[in-house]
Nanobody
Framework: QVQLVESGGGLVQPGGSLRLSCAASRSIFSMYVMGWYRQAPGKQRELVATVTLTLNTNYVDSVKGRFTISRDSAKNTVYLQMNSLKPEDTAVYYC??????????WGQGTQVTVSS
């Protein structure tokens, strides 16, 4: 069964904003570190951000100061607020659940395209 469901991707102009959402099953959300990865065409999937159960966050250097990850335990949802988007942020974004060292569950992915 589907455990992670992403939404919120789309086309945005450079400098714009998007918010991605990932709804998780309660059992997963209450147990795991939640994160976002992305994969651009021809590139490896890379970690973008993580948020632990104690709300500690971590970001890849290229998005620090522009992206914010958060989790809402009442809704079993993790968010990625993306501001000041750049063309190089274009990728398929994947929600993840697992530990800081490995991913246990993946979402289906949502496309983010930054282009004028």
């Amino acid at each position: 069964q589907v455990q992670l469901v992403e939404s919120g991707g789309g086309l945005v102009q450079p400098g714009g904003s998007l918010r991605l959402s990932c709804a998780a099953s309660r059992s997963i959300f209450s147990m795991y570190v939640m994160g976002w990865y992305r994969q651009a065409p021809g590139k490896q999937r890379e970690l973008v951000a993580t948020v632990t159960l104690t709300l500690n966050t971590n970001y890849v250097d290229s998005v620090k100061g522009r992206f914010t990850i958060s989790r809402d335990s009442a809704k079993n949802t993790v968010y990625l607020q993306m501001n000041s988007l750049k063309p190089e942020d274009t990728a398929v974004y994947y929600c993840s659940a697992g530990t800081l060292g490995s991913v246990r569950y993946w979402g289906q992915g949502t496309q983010v395209t930054v282009s004028s």
